[in-house]
């Protein structure tokens, strides 16, 4: 059984910075894509960026050049590094495994492991 666990979210201003974290735990022994999702109320879970099980990362447009995902296997922990944060980027975000690579609407019906997510707010 997959486990997944986010932790780093919280409250920033507009041009600042978080870094997510998701330690997975279970036997996946790194044969997956992963990927962080976020979600605000009421709306469809988006796809943020999905890094594959080489390292090959994908991100969505509204982030690039913005956010870095990467994994450490060592440590079997996936991050999201967020910088230049904006209001818009207010949202729950999950961490994911087992999912395609490229990110398309709903992509997130693929992922077949989720963590429990960690919100991100950013005030203007």
């Known amino acids: 059984q997959v486990r997944l666990v986010e932790s780093g979210g919280g409250s920033v201003q507009a041009g600042g910075s978080l870094r997510l974290s998701c330690i997975a735990s279970?036997?996946?022994?790194?044969?997956?894509?992963m990927a962080w999702y976020r979600q605000l109320p009421g709306k469809e879970r988006e796809g943020v960026a999905t890094?594959?099980?080489?390292?090959?990362?994908t991100y969505a447009d509204s982030v690039k050049g913005r956010f870095t995902i990467s994994k450490d296997n060592t440590k079997n922990t996936l991050y999201l590094f967020m910088n230049d944060l904006r209001p818009d980027d207010t949202a729950m975000y999950y961490c994911a495994e087992d999912g395609p690579r490229r990110i398309f609407v709903g992509s997130w019906r693929e992922y077949v492991y989720w963590g429990q997510g960690t919100q991100v707010n950013v005030a203007s």
């Open positions: 279970g036997a996946t022994g790194g044969t997956h894509n």
């Open positions: 890094i594959s099980v080489r390292g090959s990362p």
